[in-house]
């Protein structure tokens, strides 16, 4: 079982950074990979940025490219979105996702809120 702890969230201006975090604890096991995922009012849940255990490479959706960066620290078993020159249309519940070879798990959400 894996268990995964978020903080970062909050309330900053369009045009602002905010930096997320999210730490898995338990049966991680070495191969695994992260994800973020984000939910506003009424739409479905969108990936927004993957990375794995086993590569540096990173994958983004495309409204975030250039923008937001995913990054992993191996040893803390943490994943970090760093989210500069927010918009408005990226206020939404942004979910942490960590999935290995015996299972898939999600965080429990942290609201960002970006205010023109």
């Not at 940025?49 to 086993?54: D, F, K, L, N, Q």
């Not at 990173?58 to 994943?79: C, E, L, Q």
């Not at 939404?92 to 970006?114: D, E, I, R």
Request: glycine share 12%.
């Amino acid at each position: 079982q894996v268990q995964l702890v978020e903080s970062g969230g909050g309330l900053v201006q369009a045009g602002g950074s905010l930096r997320l975090s999210c730490v898995a604890s338990g049966s991680t096991f070495s191969i695994n990979a992260f994800a973020w995922y984000r939910q506003a009012p009424g739409k479905q849940r969108e990936w927004v940025a993957g990375i794995s255990s086993g590569s540096t490479s990173t994958t983004y959706a495309d409204s975030v490219k250039g923008r937001f960066t995913i990054s992993r620290d191996n040893a803390k078993n943490t994943v970090y979105l760093q989210m500069n020159s927010l918009k408005p249309e990226d206020t939404a519940v942004y979910y942490c996702h960590f999935l290995n070879a015996f299972g898939s798990y999600w965080g429990q959400g942290t609201q960002v809120t970006v205010s023109s």
